[in-house]
Nanobody, 114 residues
């Protein structure tokens, strides 16, 4: 049984930072591509960042240079460090594991506002 649980979301001011964590159980995150997606109100879910089993990363253009995805094999977590946050970053952030059939967490809310 694979489960993904996101944490770390909250309210932050523009320009601030937040670190999200995705704790996986039932599967090792090191064996598959994992990533973060987000969905803002009225918008479709979009890719934020991914990291492959080999450690290669990929970022949406909108977050390049501001967000960093990483993996902690000892903790079996996938993290997303978010810096220089903007109001446009406000969304529910979801963790995904690309192990067939594909797994998703429940999401964590990130709100960037003054």
């Amino acid at each position: 049984q694979v489960q993904l649980v996101e944490s770390g979301g909250g309210l932050v001011q523009p320009g601030g930072s937040l670190r999200l964590s995705c704790a996986a159980s039932g599967s090792l995150v090191s064996l598959y591509t994992t990533g973060w997606y987000r969905q803002a109100p009225g918008k479709q879910r979009e890719l934020v960042a991914t990291i492959t089993s080999g450690g290669s990363t990929n970022y949406a253009d909108s977050v390049k240079g501001r967000f960093t995805i990483s993996r902690d094999n000892a903790k079996n977590t996938v993290d997303l460090q978010m810096n220089s946050l903007k109001s446009d970053d406000t969304a529910v952030y979801y963790c995904t594991l690309r192990r067939p059939p594909g797994y998703w967490g429940q999401g964590t809310q990130v709100t960037v506002s003054s």
